[in-house]
């Protein structure tokens, strides 16, 4: 198959996926930009964590295909796209090494402090020496409000603070992409606000990419500028493009129910 | 009073349910049991209930049921006089249709199924297994190359763990093996007045079999239960997935660490358990049947060679490299739930036990064919 040129830095083509034989979603199609902040939305159980961990390599998908955009420093075309489950192992590691992920429990690796959670990646796929990644540590930890944590262990902090401390774990290995699983569930509304800001302010200043998982509608409208909509009931994607649009112009009403939760169109 | 009553009078050729009291989750279960019985008889045509003092959703759950009884009919089934309330529960349940494909399916299995369900699970999980073993060699390779990276301070606080924090238990269950071989020898030698050989058999037994043995079984409950539960925790808190999408090898970094623990430390307890089983059985031949600790010493030495020292040390390395797979192995592929854990925890230990004995009467079984 013949490999698109275009300035998106993922492309999902006719993506299906599956666990044995029970399909979760089919044919989806979507285009994911530099600097979006891409959402991904939908009501419960509509495969939307699913969809995310096609992206980060967990899963395989049973048809279809994602394109990722190769490393401009590397690639002769500077946009030429990689087949992310074609390519050879290694490829897709050095793929994988440009997302952080931060997932829906937080994930943070127990029996370590926070600081040795952000500087095991550092460790292993830097030169820096100790004394650098700890400063770094202690840099991505403030980023996220989190400077004075460095030596507590996950489970001495609240749920929020570990979202926070995920996001600061990936954030370790500069990305430019950053999956995020849910970030403002479980949070209050405050917490959830300044989880969007920090996310916003991510994407101006360090340029990164985002595809959010929510169906928070207050961080939909707040920071999505695109999106698709996975549908549980007809097994596909209903529509993709700009959450603030889509609830005043989409023609297609499960979208617009949940967009204004069943009260207007 | 948690009184609650119920009448059925007929009027007329329709019979009408009257409902009386409290009709809460503390009052008699068998009371909705009967009444559905008594409509399964003889079906009513109404329910009243005016009289109701107190309910809540047992009651509404009560009325599904029977609303449900009366469809199954073709009967029309009327509720009168009921609380807003309870109507407005009944409403809500019955307005929302079970959605399609979400109740599981509970067909009872022939037993030629799960037969062929059983041989079909067992068969994926030997494979399982083997591929988990090659990943482990894999793994090992490019450590040798250089290429696998684990934590120093993790392989250090494992052998901890798997090492001088076994030790109270390895000593008592070897000192109490030896003595129980020595009492067991004892009985059966006065016989002949060989007491002496007591030794033979005690340093024999224990070198040879059951100081490896039992420092792999002790080994299988505690380590191998304990990686299961360990890994399989991160594998509930998707702790697995970050190292996997970090681009670490969660065999690397997790497998990898503990193998080398215990092919490290399997040799050396098995050597520990073999002297302490020992002394266990000179203990007992010095103060129940009078040789002195030289001659039970003496003995000892003339019995036991090299031969049979490195047979239990290789046996001991192979049980480490067992348990250790099983357990991580188990641990890797937990499901994602707090029963999911117990199991791999109780699996883990399982196979290891099972694994060192039939492993071990290999041994028996080649070791006598070749006459070592």
Redesign the interface.
Known sequence: MTLPTDNSIIKVEGLTMAYDNFVVQRDLTFDIKPQDIFIIMGGSGCGKSTLLKHF???KEPAAGRVLFRGDEATSQQGSEFIDFWQTQDSKR?AL??R?G?L???G????SMTLAENIE??LG??TDLSPSDTRHLASLKLALVGLSGFEDYYPSEISGGMRKRAGLA?ALA?EPELLFLDEPSAGLDPISARMLDDLILQLRDNLGCTFVVVTHELASIFAIGNNSVFLDAESKTMLTTGNPNELVESCDNDTVRNFLTRGEGG | MSGSQYQISSDGNASRLTLTGHWTINCDSQIADSIINDFREEPFRTVDGDLVESWDSSLVSLLLRLDQEAQQRDLSLKFQAFPQGVLELLKLARTVPEREGSGKNKEEQSFLSFLGDKAITDYREAISFFCFLGESVKSFYRLLRGRA?F?ATDLRDILSDTGPEALPIVTLISVLVGIILAFVGAVQLKQFGAEIYVADLVGIAMVREMGCMMTGIIMAGRTGAAFAARIG??QV???I????????SPMDFLVLPRIIALVIMMPLLCLYANVLGILGGAVISIGAMGLSFTEYWQQTLNAVDMTDISLGLIKAFIFGIVIAITGCMNGMHSGRSASAVGDAATSAVVAGVVFIIVIDGLFAIITSLLGI
């Open positions: 980060v390599g967990l590691q994988m090494q997302c992920v997932y829906q429990s994930a943070l690796w127990s095991l990646p292993e796929f774990r290995l | 990276r934590r925790t991160m808190n998707e702790e997935d970050a190292y996997r999408t970090l681009g670490i």
